[in-house]
């Protein structure tokens, strides 16, 4: 990533997540940042929390999914009620996973650097506005719309005209539909298989990362890892042969009484389910808030 942030006399530029993490860097350390009420979650210190805190302890493989669903639930509702540092504080939470989706479509894109970072950032934004805060994986969903964009950006991009010499006509649009990570994106559309699953294949499949170090990275136990895998790329098969593949098991919720599911909807109840690694989801046993009394989170 660093290469592609240099032109060609070799001077550094600020491309829009180099702008992202300096308004953010700023945001925490000025003199009213805004803080999160560690109070109102488990695993969270008892006390006001600047920004830099969670985002620290969300990203340890030992945080609940509860907890870091439950805190970025909130970030977002947040943002879309104030907007302003809220929505520069939600970008910055995100900003590695973003920077990895960037530097995957910016070694790709045939235009500038620029351009392509900016696709990213834009998918993010408007899924702040539209991402549902009642089902788990808050924030892989909202990656994973970033991602969406940046390769409709690519792939409109590839298929343009190839411009070639005088008097020659436009080269033919260069295909740019096959790429397994399109695959995996149009198969999210079509509800064949969950996010998770989607970044479980593109990392362990084809980023090859081993899939030990991504159950380690998760939580989870290898053997349901593997299992879950094996669960979703048969599902990918039948749906790539035109086949009827069984839908994707979604991570839903259920109604708990006494857990606010987020400051937008005062009377809303729900207890995020999570995945046992077994391959089953049920209802989680770690408690998302310290109290049934939310005070969520204030500035």
């Known amino acids: 990533m660093a290469a592609a942030r240099r032109t060609r006399d070799r001077r550094y530029r600020r491309l829009p997540l180099d702008l992202v993490r300096e308004e953010f860097a700023r945001l925490v350390d000025g003199s009213d940042p805004p803080v999160v009420d560690g109070t109102a979650f488990a695993y969270l210190p008892d006390r006001l929390l600047g920004l830099g805190e969670p985002q620290d302890l969300l990203l340890r493989p030992e945080c609940p999914g509860a907890v870091r669903?439950?805190?970025?639930?909130?970030?977002?509702?947040?943002?879309?009620?104030?907007?302003?540092?809220?929505?520069?504080?939600?970008?910055?939470?995100?900003?590695?996973?973003?920077?990895?989706?960037?530097?995957?479509?910016?070694?790709?894109?045939?235009?500038?650097?620029?351009?392509?970072e900016a696709e990213v950032l834009a998918g993010f934004f408007a899924a702040l506005a539209t991402v549902d805060l009642g089902r788990s994986h808050v924030l892989l969903r909202l990656v994973w719309a970033a991602r969406r964009a940046g390769f409709a950006a690519l792939?409109?991009?590839?298929?343009?005209?190839?411009?070639?010499?005088?008097?020659?006509?436009?080269?033919?649009?260069?295909?740019?539909?096959?790429?397994?990570?399109?695959?995996?994106?149009r198969a999210v559309g079509a509800a064949v298989l969950t996010p998770a699953e989607a970044e479980l294949i593109g990392a362990t499949r084809l980023e090859r990362t081993p899939v030990l170090v991504w159950a380690q990275e998760h939580g989870a136990a290898a053997q349901g890892v593997?299992?879950?895998?094996?669960?979703?790329?048969?599902?990918?098969?039948?749906?790539?042969?035109?086949?009827?593949?069984?839908?994707?098991?979604?991570?839903?919720?259920?109604?708990?009484?006494?857990h606010a599911a987020c400051p937008s909807a005062p009377g809303a109840t729900y207890r995020p389910a999570r995945y046992d690694g077994g391959g089953q989801f049920k209802e989680s046993s770690v408690p998302v808030h310290k109290s049934a009394a939310f005070p969520g989170l204030r500035r």
């Open 155 to 185: 792939s409109q991009a590839l298929a343009a005209p190839v411009p070639v010499a005088p008097r020659f006509g436009p080269a033919p649009p260069r295909p740019g539909w096959g790429h397994p990570d399109l695959v995996l994106a």
């Open 226 to 258: 593997y299992a879950r895998r094996r669960r979703a790329e048969r599902r990918l098969v039948a749906y790539l042969r035109g086949g009827p593949p069984p839908p994707a098991a979604r991570s839903g919720t259920r109604p708990v009484p006494g």
């Open 69 to 116: 669903d439950a805190v970025w639930a909130h970030l977002v509702a947040r943002a879309r009620a104030e907007g302003g540092c809220w929505t520069v504080a939600c970008a910055g939470m995100a900003l590695l996973a973003l920077v990895r989706v960037a530097a995957w479509v910016a070694a790709r894109y045939p235009g500038d650097v620029q351009d392509a």
